[in-house]
């Protein structure tokens, strides 16, 4: 009762800072819940029927035998928990979760412009010409004039056919799917990295957006089949684990020959916020960079602070000539903005869309518009049609601050600044694995690719990952006898690594090896993999761990090797290889070993680059360790949902490191008086929990403010958010 008493006040001392929440509207849930059964060892059809058998109330969806070793369920949670604990075969039952959607300088910033100069070992152009990309989505337009000459064919995992066309529905209408498809391998109007490169659709994502673990699943075992030789999957979740069944999936389809292509995420700039199936190991990770950009900055008269403006895709560009007026336009109904005209309207984000705000304020009269985010933190968005003025984003704190000030005369300065990371991409590291992620970074910002009916110009990840897919086509094509891995290290071992403003290098786990360039990745003379090096987690005690490289020589003529020492750093000492020299087709394997002594050193991650000088080359490795445990989120992940009978709700809560004490605490959102617990716990195991919860132990219905906390190590985070509870059903 102590420990819970000190829980409780901690979460009611939190709970002064709170500002707002949002609220989460339960999707609708089938009446049986739908599970993802992971097993050591493939099983057949009747093999998979006779485990079950036991279990009427166990329905066998789909049986995985490529992505993973496994199959699909649809039952009861109580059957379901029975069936993970009572076979020795079953790794885990998984719960299907939610997967969103993460939303042509870019081509010749990568140096993809000019590889289509290089040509292969049969004298053709490289062009992607003879490589097959899964593009696994909301589907393809294969309609598009810039798609039709690419497109082989598919399949829809949505509505189970072969049509994998994008969702056309008017207001669930997608165009995801149809873009990221551009990127890779757009041949008309607009040239993709790849323009001869062959488009396989798997519409995995239904209207809006939205899919399943169970259809992404599907389409990378339907890509697996069909042999692609490069699979490109731009969505994601926000839980940092590598052990949920996408990440294993796309593991397992690079251990069968294709090269496996995930956006990281755009949860960033904080640590930790990569998302599956970003975080598997074997798949290439991509967070996004900067084409050459024009910034604006918002300048207060009078002042010398300045406010970045993060541009909304679709405005006029923010080339401002004189001074405005700002003026708080509320939430940028017709109404509120009265006062518009000739000025610099400034918007709450919420309740309308971003178009429908600065049409609102066109229309007023203003002459320019920001949008203040209503969560912590910054966003990235688009317009649906052009605007003819500048519409940007603040933060938050920025919007509030400004609102606070009242009426102020303010200018906008522009800077150009290009290979940047961008604010929105996710970082890493990798929970428990404790890996370098995102791999590399490729242009995110402003891409200008196909959508149906035309053309767009989007920002995220999902446009970042693609790059790097024809980049992989490419590379395929030059060096067809190449494996997904050594694909992997032509790109990592030639990235460039990006520089902050200040001059220093980003971490290792915010941009991997650097982004690409495929001009480069293509005339690779060395390979080193792994192109990313882990040193694992140290205890409290003077250790010493020990990382393995291969060296390969895929040149022609005889290279000499050798390793530059890191920057010195207190409680470290490294153990090189000495240097050495390969003849064309050799390989070396090494060993790199890492001395720590703990009490001199200082924070819990520590990243940085093994250089490996390669005859007139440089190979940059990044590499990690921690210490103990670093401060990594404890919990993540959370969804509150009706359960599958009535009177009974579920929630599921990813825990990375497992957890000492953890609970959810209900309170009032108006004072925030506390409720209750709906649950509380301690020793909780790592990885996806899953329970059930009466409405008999809930409190009135209503909507409430909900807080999940997880201790380890010391450490204590916490998720808030709101849920819904209904009328009990009887």
Known sequence: M??????????????????????????????????????????????????????????????????????SVEGNPESLNQLAQRHKQVINVSPVTKYEVQTEEGVKMIGGDLVRSFFDKDNHRLTGEGITVGVIDTGVDYNHPDLRRNYGGGQDLVDSDDDPMETLTQGQATVHGTHVAGIIAANGKIKGVAPEAKILAYRALGP??????????????????????????????DVNGPDLPISLALNSAAAKGIVAIAASGNSGPNQWTVGSPGTASDAISVGASTPTMEIPYLLIEESRGKIRIQPLEGSKKWTLDRSLTIVDGGLGTRAELINAAGKMVLLKRGELTFTE?????????AKA???????????????????????GSLTKREGERLKKKGSLSVRVSVAEEKDRLAD?????????????KPDIVAPGVAINSTIPGGYLSLQGTSMAAPHVAGACALIKQAHPEWTPEQIKASLMNTAKPLLKKDSELYRTFEQGAGRIQVDEAVKARSLA?????????????????????????????????????????????????LSFSLEPGQSRDLTIELQVDPKLLKGKIHDGYVNIVAGKDTIHLPYIYVLEEPNYPRVMGFDFKDGDKPGIYRYEV???????????????????????????????????????????????PGIYLVKVFAKKAGKEDFIETMITIEEKKK
């Not at 518009?369 to 519409?391: A, M, R």
């Open 654 to 700: 990813y825990l990375p490191g497992g957890a000492e004490e953890f609970g959810i605490a209900l309170f009032h959102p108006d004072d925030y008086r506390f409720v209750g617990f709906i649950d509380t716990n301690w020793n909780v195991k790592k990885g996806m929990l899953t329970k059930e919860v009466s409405a008999e132990h809930l409190p009135e």
């Open 208 to 237: 809006g957006g939205g899919g399943t673990t169970e259809q992404v699943i599907a389409a990378i075992e339907q890509a697996i089949k069909d042999k692609v030789d490069i699979m490109n999957l731009s969505l994601g979740n």
């Open 529 to 577: 993999i792994p192109s990313s090096l882990k040193f694992g987690k140290y205890g409290d005690s003077e250790d010493s761990h020990k990382a393995y490289l291969q060296v390969e020589n895929v040149s022609d003529e005889r290279i000499s090797y050798s390793f530059e020492i890191p920057k010195q750093t207190d409680g470290l000492h490294w153990r090189l290889p």
């Open 369 to 391: 518009v920001l949008i203040y985010n209503n969560l912590s933190g910054g966003f990235i968005g688009n317009l649906d049609s052009p605007l003819p003025i500048p519409v």
């Open 424 to 436: 929105f991409s996710s970082r890493g590291p990798v929970t428990d694995t404790w890996e370098v």
């Open 2 to 71: 102590k420990k819970l008493l000190v829980l409780l006040i901690t979460i009611l001392l939190s709970f002064q800072n709170i500002a707002t929440a949002r609220t989460l509207t339960p999707p609708p849930i089938p009446k049986e819940r739908i599970a993802i059964v992971v097993l050591d060892t493939p099983k057949t059809a009747k093999e998979i029927s006779q485990l079950l058998k036991p279990y009427k109330d166990i329905k066998l969806r789909r049986v995985f035998q490529e992505a993973i070793y496994g199959f």
């Open 357 to 365: 705000k600065a049409q609102n304020a066109l229309e007023a009269g």
